[in-house]
């Protein structure tokens, strides 16, 4: 090939890319808000599995209204704090760091920290992208403390009772309309560790959390908030016998259900759920954009309208 035509080859390669990365450049806009509020329940230990025996009307209600998976997966250990922390930071323990039921802090260091001195949750990308927009954190489980950056919540509640938890919670929702609540229940995890899993007593308290969860439903109805909220409920881990950890299914399956607005009556999600995908989910919801340490894929098939 002579130089002049080698060059002007070099030209057009060059001009065809230039084009082709505007236009990408142009798609990264910031995504649009699909609802004002996000309401994120997690029920400590609630196994996939326990919708097969348990009677629970208001989460069966948001399945069939909403959109839902039960086949999404804790990551690694199936335990407490490493799910926790996964959730809400939208990324894998390997780059945030929290790797046990009970990490306070870090066993690994993060790979990036922000400036209250924890891995990035999605708290801070609020903070960061909406300072003006509220956010709170009612939980019954201490743990979820260490989870998430307090100086940076407007609601910062360790409940004694689920009741607890959950009152404090719908007082700051219905009295601040936040634009995220997280609600953490720390049943059936106990009684799964008391009693055990799939027992009589087990589903019982399932049973409590659905109603618990129909609590929040009247009064987000009430206050007339429900049109411009999702709910998602989900769970850290599930569990078998007396514990948790391990490498089953049935400690590793747990519900995920999101309803509200902008989400149609899909019925079951076929996206591969990790625990991850939450935090990205809520930040799509909200307009968020998140950073490049985070792993975790919006569950976009829960709001796509066309049914095909
Ligand atoms: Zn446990």
């Known amino acids: 090939m002579p130089n002049s035509i080698k060059h002007l080859t070099l030209i057009a390669i060059m001009m065809i890319s230039s084009i082709s990365f505007s236009q990408a450049a142009e798609k990264v806009e910031k995504p649009e808000v699909l609802a004002r509020h996000v309401i994120l329940i997690g029920s400590d230990g609630m196994g996939a599995y326990a919708f097969e025996k348990a009677k629970v009307p208001h989460l069966r209600k948001m399945m069939k209204e909403g959109a839902y998976s039960l086949k999404a997966r804790s990551v690694l250990p199936s335990s407490s704090a490493v799910n926790w922390a996964s959730m809400l930071m939208g ?19 993060s790979r990036v920290v922000g400036e209250t001195g924890i891995f990035p949750t999605i708290f801070s990308l609020l903070e960061k992208q909406r300072p003006d927009a509220k956010k709170g954190v009612s939980y019954t489980w201490e743990g979820i403390g260490y989870l998430f950056e307090k100086p940076w919540v407007d609601l910062d509640y360790n409940g004694y009772s689920e009741e607890s938890t959950l009152e404090n919670a719908l007082e700051f929702i219905v009295d601040e309309k936040p634009a995220l609540t997280f609600i953490h229940f720390n049943e059936p995890d106990s009684i799964g560790h008391e009693i055990g899993h799939d027992t009589p007593e087990y589903f019982e308290k399932v049973e409590m959390i659905d109603g618990l969860v129909g609590k929040l439903l009247d009064a987000l109805k009430e206050s007339k908030m429900m049109q411009d909220t999702v709910i998602i409920f989900t769970a850290d881990h599930g569990g078998i016998g007396k514990g948790h950890g391990g490498q ?9 259900i999101i309803y509200g607005k902008n ?30 340490v985070w792993r975790g894929k919006p569950v976009t098939e829960a709001f796509e309208k066309d049914e095909n």
């Open 263 to 292: 989400v149609p009556a899909r019925g079951k999600l076929e996206f591969p759920i990790i625990t991850y995908d939450t935090g990205a989910t809520i930040a799509y919801i909200l307009g968020l954009e998140t950073p490049d």
């Open 91 to 109: 990324s894998d323990p390997v780059l945030h760091g929290y790797t046990e039921w009970g990490s306070e802090t870090p066993e690994i260091p």
């Open 248 to 256: 089953t299914l049935t400690e590793m399956e747990i519900p995920w």
